[in-house]
């Protein structure tokens, strides 16, 4: 356990100088957030399986429950993680164009423009086992 805390404040110690190398860099602050909140959601679970051992007459022979909740924990925090990550995507296309802007015949457009950039880099590129165009 002494060795995995170590190694977490030293991974920590060590992107915290990173980062602050590259300021204009968000993925690396997103990223050591994502890990805090999966570190914290794997810590609540270990204090919520801790608090369970004082139902029990003999709290020794459940000690796997601390295991089991920050197991569950570290679960809960990827899964927050992992969804607040495919949010924040379709957050900036739609706070970018709303429907109302994007008619249908700019949607028709739109497409017509990007398929013949399709076909025209799939002309371009030789030596492939196949070429898709729409």
């Known amino acids: 356990m002494k060795k995995l805390l170590c190694f977490v404040v030293c991974f920590q110690l060590l992107t915290v100088n990173f980062a602050l190398a590259q300021q204009e860099d ?13 570190m914290a959601a794997g810590a609540g679970g270990a204090v919520l399986g801790l608090s369970t051992l004082s139902f029990y007459d003999t709290p020794s022979k459940h000690l796997p429950n601390v295991w089991t909740g920050a197991a569950l924990g570290i679960i809960a925090g990827v899964i927050f ?50 070429q898709t165009s729409f």
Not at 27 to 34: E, G, L, M, S
Not at 96 to 101: A, K, N
């Open 81 to 130: 993680v992992a969804y607040n990550s495919a949010q924040k995507g379709s957050e900036d296309l739609i706070s970018s164009r709303s429907s109302q802007d994007f008619s249908t015949s700019e949607r028709s457009s739109w497409h017509w423009e990007k398929s013949q950039l399709l076909t025209q880099k799939s002309a371009l590129v030789s030596g492939q086992l196949w």
């Open 26 to 38: 968000d993925v690396i602050k997103n990223t050591q957030n994502d890990m805090m909140i999966v």
